[in-house]
């Protein structure tokens, strides 16, 4: 399974990957229904997760912006997880810069989007990424614009795939009426988007777990591809080789 991590530059993308890994690290997202089965990519997560940890030479800070110079497709962190019935499901996670999106939104045949193109054709689900700190700010209706533009562009490429709008820094308080438009603008193309909002910050939590970090990673966890549908048999074998015939 592919998750499709979408949003714009700075959104906090590479930030909630990197908070969900250290949850897993801890053990929290493990329950009777789901364990952590292991990783092909430790490197690349904890070289996100880095920054998030407190060091005797420095405190927690933000992970390093994503850079979009020097390549072409996504960065892809790994991680599979062990059901109680013993079956292991492999997840992609995409860490991409944002400015591949923005490009994509605007022209999706961009030369400097081909990034953006790939997620947006291997993903089993996208992850809608709305920044409420630039919607709060002085660029805020430069922001809300941007959002809706790549809401639009999502919604022409997705296929009826799963998506999910994702508040993050939703510690970030944000005019009533800008947070309703993006979501009705959301929701108006694509009325089967659940939504979640998140922040790696929560002071009522004494666990240190973040605000609804654990929801929209259980959420992710759960969604399945679409079953495969395989032509009848054409002859009487076992071996899956003959099986369907050779064309």
């Known amino acids: 399974m592919v998750v499709g991590v979408v949003g714009p530059q700075n959104a906090g993308k590479t930030t909630l990957l990197a908070a969900w890994y250290l949850l897993i690290g801890r053990g929290v997202v493990c329950s009777e229904k789901r364990r ?3 990783s092909y990519s430790f490197a690349g997560w904890e070289a996100l997760a880095g920054s998030l940890r407190w060091s005797p030479r420095s405190s927690p ?3 390093p912006h994503t850079s979009s110079r020097g390549g ?3 960065g892809l962190l790994h991680a599979s997880f062990r059901a109680d019935s013993g079956d292991v499901r492999s997840y992609l996670f995409t860490d991409a810069p ?3 999106f923005t490009k994509w939104s605007i022209n999706r045949d961009a030369p400097d989007a081909e990034g953006a193109r790939w997620v947006a054709l291997h993903a089993d689900m996208f992850l809608l990424i709305a920044d409420r700190q630039a919607l709060a700010g002085e660029n805020r209706g430069s922001a809300r614009s941007a959002l809706q533009v790549l809401a639009r562009r999502l919604a022409a490429e997705r296929a009826n795939r799963p998506v999910a709008l994702v508040w993050t820094k939703a510690d970030v308080s944000i005019a009533p009426e800008i947070e ?3 979501r009705d603008s959301v929701l108006k193309l694509m009325p089967d988007a659940h939504e979640f909002f998140v922040s790696i910050s929560d002071p009522s939590d004494d666990e240190s777990n973040g605000h609804g970090l654990l929801d929209l990673l259980n959420w992710s966890l759960e969604i399945r591809r679409a079953r495969l549908s395989l032509p ?7 071996d899956l080789l003959f099986m ?3 064309k």
């Open 36 to 38: 952590f089965a292991g």
């Open 61 to 63: 800070n933000f992970p």
């Open 72 to 74: 072409r497709a996504p």
């Open 98 to 100: 944002g400015e591949w």
């Open 180 to 182: 309703a438009a993006v």
């Open 232 to 238: 009848s048999p054409q002859a009487a074998s076992s």
């Open 244 to 246: 369907f015939g050779v």
